[in-house]
């Protein structure tokens, strides 16, 4: 058996399995329910605190094919293509890595 990293193999895959960010997943799944879905969501804090998971959630539930959700099915097209990294609808900027705006525009 390959190697795979605890936090790739085990990574959340809806808000339901997101564990300890209780307000923010409530916040998260309140805004998808009503429709008010801010124009942008900033992650912070420090490593191994789920903001990559929970960014991953959000795109999933706003892109898939079963219309904005708090529940994505993550077995259309979208919801897989998210959840392996793969979709060019989603852009996943990492902060330690991208520290300019030059680099975030390209």
Not at 28 to 34: E, G, I, R, T, V
Not at 60 to 75: M, R, S
Not at 79 to 104: F, L, T
Request: charged letters at 20%.
């Amino acid at each position: 058996m390959a190697y795979v990293a605890l936090y790739r193999r085990w990574r959340p895959q809806d808000f339901d399995t997101l564990v300890g960010q209780h307000a923010v997943k409530t916040a998260l799944s309140n805004a998808l329910a009503s429709g008010r879905i801010a124009h942008a969501y900033l992650f912070t804090g420090p490593r191994g605190t789920g903001k990559t998971s929970t960014a991953r959630i959000l795109a999933k539930a706003l892109n898939c094919d079963k219309g904005p959700t708090a529940h994505p099915c993550g077995e259309c097209l979208n919801c897989e293509r998210i959840a392996a990294g793969a979709s060019m609808d989603v852009i996943e900027i990492d902060a330690a890595s991208n520290r300019g705006i030059d680099e975030i525009k390209s």
